[in-house]
């Protein structure tokens, strides 16, 4: 007999499968030290407006690049740039463009803050901003996410009305302030939020069986229907598993914490066994 799509993806999910390991490898990312981003805060955290002009720069620059040298990007940018006595919004909206431009993209000791891909598009945006944040917000990013819990969707809402900050990064941006921060309601929250998977989350995802596909609006589909209730822990263990085992290229399926119930992972591994035993045979003498 031959399965329907729909029908081998109910097995995938009613089975012990990837969606519990992913929930399960959730509960050990949250006693690692290591990985203290996973955790939900229990209490509102604040932000000093330098603080919340570096966290916005890096959620501008958190694409093409490491996350690491997107955030660093953002805390040097305002160490090093349009500071003096004005707020560092209207220190941008008084540098000439070329200047801003300059800055961009030789300002990271000699290199640019932005990556190849927004080399020539992030000095714009920047100054977009900079209008934008004086107009909308008084000049405080603080601005942009003081909202209540029931409006928690604003956050992402209103960071995707800004030049460059797409529909994922205005939901990792939403996503850290109120998991990290406590902001809008913080943990009250936890399972409101939808998740959009970026491509790491969606490799797992299709892989691992969970997706049909890797596109991102099955993708989104094959999440809703799980009705996990923490969207976010499931993206945030997913997202671990994309950028440390599931890489595109040789994924690390053998030491992958969901290998026992991943399709892909599992033909991939017995395949590499073989591969590994056939080239430690001794061969044959004619
Ligand atoms: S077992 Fe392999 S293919 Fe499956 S999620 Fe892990 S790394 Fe990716």
Known sequence: MVMSVI?????????????????????KLERNPEYEWVKWSKVRKRFTIKNANAFFIGVMLDQGQTAERAWDG???MVDNHFKGKRNFWKSVAATHRSTIRKICQ???D???YASVFCFNKFPIWLRNASDK???DYKGDPRNIWNVTSENVNEIYIRFKSFDGIGDALSKMAQ????????IAGGIENRSNMSVKPDELVRRVLFRSGISTSNKIRESIEALENLHLPSPADFDAAAWIIGREYCLKNKPKCYSCPILVSCQYGKRHNQANSADAKS???PRSVE
């Open 110 to 112: 000699e290199t640019s």
């Open 106 to 108: 030789k300002g990271y």
């Open 74 to 76: 953002g805390e040097h």
């Open 133 to 135: 944040m004086l107009n």
């Open 279 to 281: 080239r430690g045979a």
């Open 7 to 27: 029908e081998e993806r109910k097995i995938v999910m009613n089975s012990p499968g990837p969606v519990n390991q992913i929930l399960d490898f959730y509960k």
């Open 175 to 182: 996503f850290i302030l109120v998991r990290n921060y406590g």
